[in-house]
């Protein structure tokens, strides 16, 4: 029956980070350090948890379709923008992708980057066009612009997964002057990197900024994301999506986690510290992040030989091997909590 599975199924698919527990078992080493997935290693902010324990005693009823206090909750926030929500950021690429690309239509992507776009992409018969990055990683604006002539959408994301590199607001303009598709920027770590993007959102009406509730409100578990779109785009968006979003204890969680500013700013501080230290004492050349990982040159190793020599040391970081169009001597480190940040920091150096 194997034979019935459409062709784009059939590769490899997402590349999940290797279970920590699983290396912990083999080992037999009582304490990890997970370092491979850029989550936040605090718990949720105690606003959050509480608005979602009480959604909970409602879930006998069907969520909002409209998700209404979510959105009122973006709205005091960030202020008056046009907003959509999904099943975490991949929800929301996902959406983004069934309500503009046709089988056979072409989509471009800024590449080493997050495998996820071109999965979704093609699973929608996309034609994928990958766009190299220069050597440092940043983006070069008229490559870019060029390869996306006829491309009804393009993917770029800043800081950028798994280099940590920052695209300037300018470059972006020029970008977004020079496509005549829409532009999906990816920006799952802005709240790292100091740079606001939102007042592109004013001037350009090919623009959508994606955002997720993952890394630094520390709820990957809940699987929540939304996106600024331009105003045209909202109702097809929501055509095009399945008809509930979010349930109802992801979107009050994610209002909690919303207004408890004192969470996301401890968090940001910590990374900022970290981030710091690790570019000063890491052993091996670390790429300058905006995020809350960093990307390390482990040549003459492999980042799968990396991975091994560190795990045997208790701690998980994830080999860069699977991010097309990057060589094969890369590994990506998240900042976690103090403890398994030092224990990296000493296992690097036995490398
Ligand atoms: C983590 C991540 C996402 C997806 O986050 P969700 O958990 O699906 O909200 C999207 N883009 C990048 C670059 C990421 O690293």
Same mark, same amino acid.
């Given at each position: 029956m194997?034979r019935?599975?459409?062709?784009?199924?059939?590769?490899? %698919?997402?590349?999940?980070?290797?279970?920590?527990?699983?290396?912990?078992?083999?080992r037999?080493?009582?304490?990890? +350090?997970?370092? +491979?997935?850029?989550?936040?290693?605090?718990?949720?902010?105690?606003?959050?948890?509480? $608005? &979602?324990?009480?959604?909970?005693?409602?879930?006998?009823?069907?969520?909002?379709?409209?998700?209404?206090?979510?959105?009122?909750?973006?709205?005091?926030h960030?202020?008056?923008?046009?907003?959509?929500?999904?099943?975490? #950021?991949?929800?929301?690429?996902?959406?983004?992708?069934?309500?503009?690309?046709?089988? %056979?239509?072409?989509?471009?992507?800024?590449?080493?980057?997050?495998?996820?776009y071109?999965?979704?992409a093609?699973?929608?018969? =996309?034609?994928?066009?990958? /766009?190299?990055?220069?050597?440092?990683?940043s983006?070069?604006?008229?490559?870019?612009?060029?390869?996306?002539?006829? +491309?009804?959408?393009?993917?770029?994301?800043?800081?950028?997964?798994?280099t &940590?590199? #920052?695209?300037?607001?300018?470059?972006?303009?020029?970008?977004?002057?020079?496509?005549? &598709? *829409?532009?999906?920027?990816?920006?799952?770590y /802005?709240?790292?990197?100091?740079?606001?993007?939102?007042?592109? $959102?004013?001037?350009?009406?090919?623009?959508i900024?994606?955002r997720? #509730?993952s890394?630094?409100?520390?709820? =990957?578990?809940?699987?929540?994301?939304?996106a600024?779109?331009?105003?045209?785009l909202?109702?097809?968006?929501?055509?095009?999506? !399945?008809?509930?979003?979010?349930?109802?204890?992801?979107?009050?969680?994610?209002?909690g986690a919303?207004?408890?500013?004192?969470h996301?700013?401890? !968090? *940001?501080?910590?990374? =900022?510290?970290?981030r710091?230290?690790? /570019?000063?004492?890491?052993?091996?050349?670390?790429?300058s992040?905006?995020?809350? @990982?960093? #990307?390390?040159?482990?040549?003459?190793?492999? %980042?799968?030989?990396a /991975?091994?020599?560190?795990?045997?040391?208790?701690?998980?970081v994830r080999?860069?091997?699977? @991010?097309r169009?990057?060589?094969?001597h890369? *590994?990506?480190?998240?900042?976690?909590?103090?403890?398994?940040?030092?224990?990296f920091?000493?296992? *690097?150096?036995?490398l």
């Amino acid at each position: 029956m194997e034979r019935l599975v459409r062709e784009c199924f059939r590769s490899e %698919g997402y590349v999940f980070a290797r279970k920590a527990e699983e290396i912990a078992k083999e080992r037999g080493l009582s304490r990890i +350090a997970r370092l +491979a997935s850029n989550e936040n290693p605090r718990p949720p902010s105690p606003l959050a948890v509480e $608005l &979602g324990c009480q959604a909970l005693q409602r879930v006998n009823r069907y969520p909002d379709e409209k998700v209404r206090s979510l959105l009122d909750t973006l709205e005091r926030h960030y202020g008056d923008y046009h907003f959509v929500t999904g099943v975490g #950021m991949d929800g929301v690429i996902e959406t983004v992708i069934r309500t503009l690309v046709d089988p %056979g239509d072409r989509v471009a992507i800024s590449v080493p980057t997050f495998s996820f776009y071109r999965l979704a992409a093609v699973a929608q018969g =996309a034609r994928v066009e990958e /766009v190299r990055r220069n050597a440092d990683f940043s983006v070069n604006a008229e490559t870019f612009v060029r390869a996306c002539r006829g +491309a009804k959408l393009s993917f770029l994301c800043t800081p950028n997964n798994p280099t &940590g590199t #920052m695209t300037p607001p300018g470059e972006l303009e020029t970008i977004l002057e020079g496509i005549d &598709g *829409v532009l999906f920027l990816d920006n799952a770590y /802005v709240e790292f990197s100091g740079v606001d993007y939102l007042p592109l $959102l004013e001037k350009y009406e090919n623009l959508i900024i994606g955002r997720t #509730m993952s890394k630094v409100y520390s709820l =990957a578990g809940l699987r929540i994301g939304y996106a600024f779109v331009p105003g045209w785009l909202a109702p097809f968006y929501t055509r095009a999506a !399945t008809p509930f979003t979010l349930n109802t204890v992801s979107s009050e969680t994610a209002r909690g986690a919303l207004l408890d500013r004192t969470h996301v700013e401890e !968090t *940001v501080a910590r990374v =900022a510290v970290w981030r710091e230290r690790f /570019v000063r004492e890491c052993p091996l050349p670390v790429t300058s992040s905006g995020a809350n @990982f960093v #990307m390390v040159d482990v040549a003459p190793h492999t %980042g799968d030989q990396a /991975v091994e020599l560190l795990a045997e040391q208790g701690v998980i970081v994830r080999s860069c091997r699977s @991010f097309r169009g990057l060589p094969d001597h890369y *590994v990506r480190v998240s900042i976690g909590e103090d403890w398994e940040n030092e224990l990296f920091l000493s296992a *690097v150096r036995n490398l």
